[in-house]
């Protein structure tokens, strides 16, 4: 029966060409997807381990650092520089404008400073005021000007892989500019980024004290809706790749009647039977998922959001296709079971 089945499928290739690309399209959406919701996850990973800190210190209340807009005084980076245990400290402003109607991510670094990007792509890190340092995802190169907020910086480095907040890019200064142009000049940040083990019984009382992993978890918060809309679509992405197979497994079986009645009636089992239906609904699902790879790959560059398809997304696009091609085999198994071998002499 596994012969059979194979030779079938080449029988009518044509038609199972149509249903592996339909069910590869459904497969290729659900891989772009993982892709997106994991580019996005890795977000805040990246964002946060680009400042190697231990902790972060924050207003009292705050969710956190890149998701508020709360401010402390400016002054307890000094406080807490001189705080036992306290290796080094920088303080960051943190907020969010407008770059030809694109929505930016503006951090505000001390200069010289361990919070100041240094890993570049092109360009030299500013020394001085008045510099922009930018993600590559805003097209800009060294020479251009970046403005925002009626302020405008000349580019001077291009950094990669700082987006954050769904995919917007960063735009990062020395805090002073970013105090004259998102808080009129006052002297305040958003957090003071920490090196050492300070205790937060040492924080002063109207200021926090976070991890990394509760600033990750705050970044990826706002994610969460997303992700349960992502899943939601993917699963019906299945049950559609699916539903595809399914038919024409079912399709083929009413075509073949007369001939699985043959089988049957030469000794053939309905066990066999049904695992040749098995067989053919998995190499279709397989097949889907290998086209779906190659789409997904091709589609990817034309997405607005980075798509970072992980290596485990892939394993569990095979683990799916083969589940799948179980599921739509069974769409015949009633079928199959009920033939009456008679059938294979005219009977009825």
């Known amino acids: 029966m596994w012969f059979f ?10 038609r ?3 249903a592996v690309v339909a069910a590869g399209l459904a497969f290729a959406l659900s891989l772009i997807m993982s892709g997106t919701l994991h580019h996005l996850r890795q ?3 990246r964002t946060v381990n680009l400042y190697e800190a231990d902790s972060w210190v924050v207003a009292n209340g705050v969710s956190g650092p ?5 401010y402390i005084d400016g002054d307890a980076v000094d406080t807490i520089r001189q705080t036992p245990g306290v290796h080094d400290a920088s303080a960051l402003l943190i907020g969010r404008s407008v770059f030809d109607d694109l929505d930016i991510n503006v951090v505000g670094y001390e200069r010289n400073s361990f919070t100041q990007p240094l890993r570049v792509q092109s ?3 500013p020394t001085g005021r008045g510099v922009a340092t930018v993600d590559e995802t805003l097209d800009l190169k060294v020479g251009d000007t970046v403005t925002f907020a009626g302020h405008s910086f000349p580019v001077g480095a291009v950094t990669k892989n700082t987006t954050y907040y769904f995919g917007m890019a960063t735009v990062f200064l020395p805090i002073e500019d970013v105090r004259d142009a998102i808080a009129a000049g006052q002297n305040v940040a958003s957090a003071v980024v920490v090196r050492g083990p300070l205790a937060a019984s040492s924080v002063p009382g109207d200021l926090s004290l976070m991890t990394n992993e509760a600033v990750r978890a705050d970044l990826n918060r706002v ?3 997303t992700a349960q809309t992502m899943g939601i679509i993917n699963t019906l992405l299945w049950i559609m790749a699916a539903g595809i197979i399914a038919a024409l497994v079912y ?5 073949r009647t007369r001939e699985l009645a043959v089988h049957k009636a030469t000794g053939s089992s ?3 039977l049904v695992r040749g239906l098995l067989l053919q609904a998995s190499v279709l699902a397989v097949f889907a998922a290998v086209i779906a790879t190659g789409i997904a790959l091709a589609l990817a560059p034309t997405f607005p959001f980075a798509v970072e398809i992980p290596t485990a997304a892939y394993i569990q696009l095979l683990s799916i296709a083969l589940i799948v091609g179980g599921i739509a085999s069974l769409a015949g198994l009633r079928r199959v079971v009920r033939i009456d071998p008679a059938l294979a002499f005219g009977g009825a």
């Open 123 to 125: 360009g030299t890190p």
């Open 5 to 14: 089945s194979l030779r079938d499928l080449q029988w009518r290739r044509r």
């Open 270 to 272: 309905n066990g066999s």
């Open 251 to 255: 399709i083929t079986v009413l075509e």
């Open 43 to 45: 977000e805040g990973v």
């Open 66 to 70: 890149f998701t508020s807009a709360s």
């Open 16 to 18: 199972f060409i149509i």
């Open 223 to 225: 994610l969460e809706k």
